[in-house]
């Protein structure tokens, strides 16, 4: 099963900018790398059930990179502004 999409820019804790660009490593992200203080917004959540949707076949690959995009973007982790 695929579960690639087309590349999400962030940044990483020293400044520097990297690309997600599957579905596991968002997952990977939104449950051990996210910010404290945005752990459990309604955006946050919305993304890491999206990425459960995605895995049992219930969801698409640009489902879930939409939602993570808006999750990064609140976080002010999204390095490209994707939502202008």
């Not at 804790?13 to 660009?21: E, I, L, M, R, T």
């Not at 959540?45 to 999750?71: K, Q, S, W, Y």
Request: hydrophobic fraction near 50%; charge should be negative; aromatic fraction near 10%.
């Amino acid at each position: 099963m695929n579960h690639k999409f087309a590349p999400v820019y962030l940044w990483n804790s020293d400044g520097k900018q990297f690309a997600v660009s599957d579905v596991l490593r968002v997952a990977k992200w939104l449950t051990e790398l996210w910010p404290a203080e945005y752990r459990g917004t309604d955006r946050h959540i919305e993304a890491m059930e999206i990425c459960l949707l995605e895995l049992e076949g219930n969801a698409t690959p640009d489902d879930v990179r939409a939602l993570f995009v808006e999750a990064a973007f609140e976080a002010d982790l999204l390095a490209v502004d994707l939502l202008a």
